[in-house]
């Protein structure tokens, strides 16, 4: 028995099929980002606030770099070797910071002598957001507050509106980046608050 309907052949009927196909694989594969920001967030979720606060400094800090080179592409080789040295610093038990801080401050200084952080839009809110998000991480850290997770978590929630901000304006880092960021900070955020309650 022929399936053809009058009008509409087999032939177009595949090849309706092919593209509902292609648009589903390519709609899926376009938000890998999402998919590795939840994937870090589950894992990464029991690891609790000296994680969290870790991530806040990384984002606030890989944001920062990326706009003193101003090479959006960079974006993640600038994240992993931001993570690596937080991991080899952890290695020798000190705190990050003992990286992060000079790191901050020598990009700081380029880019306002450079002019990149003078510039209009995004650019130019990138030193209060480290300044922020590095005042927010350090007391949590350091002043042995009760509420510090709390901050911690507030910090992850801002930085997500953050990561949005950047990517409807698309500038100083790429989409991909500020949609994985903004996945993982939320998640993480809010994993942070339920093992703070619980």
């Known amino acids: 028995m022929n399936d053809t309907h009058p009008g509409y052949s087999a032939r177009n009927r595949d090849g309706y099929r ?11 594969t376009g938000r890998w980002p999402t998919y590795l920001g939840i994937a870090l967030a589950v894992l990464s979720i029991g690891d609790g606030t000296p994680f ?4 806040v400094a990384v984002a606030a800090l890989t944001y920062l770099t990326v706009a003193v080179i101003d090479r959006p592409g960079a974006v993640w080789l600038v994240l992993v070797v931001l993570l ?5 610093v952890e290695f020798f038990d000190l705190s990050y910071w ?13 880019g ?11 650019f ?22 009760e ?3 709390y901050l911690v978590a507030a910090a992850l929630l801002g930085h997500a509106i953050w990561d949005v901000a950047h990517w409807r304006a698309d500038q100083v880092v790429t989409r991909s980046l500020a949609e994985f960021c903004a996945v993982i900070d939320s998640l993480l955020g809010l994993g942070l ?6």
């Open 18 to 28: 092919q593209t509902t196909i292609r648009r589903l694989a390519t709609a899926i």
């Open 52 to 55: 969290a606060s870790m991530i």
């Open 84 to 88: 690596a040295g937080a991991k080899a």
């Open 98 to 110: 003992v990286l992060f801080g000079p790191v901050a401050l020598v990009a700081t200084v380029v």
């Open 112 to 122: 306002l002598i450079g002019g990149q952080l003078r510039r209009p839009g995004l």
């Open 124 to 145: 130019r809110l990138q030193i209060p957001q480290m300044l922020v998000a590095g005042v927010v991480v350090v007391i949590a850290e350091f002043a042995g507050l």
């Open 147 to 149: 509420y510090a997770g």
């Open 193 to 198: 608050i339920l093992l703070l309650v619980m």
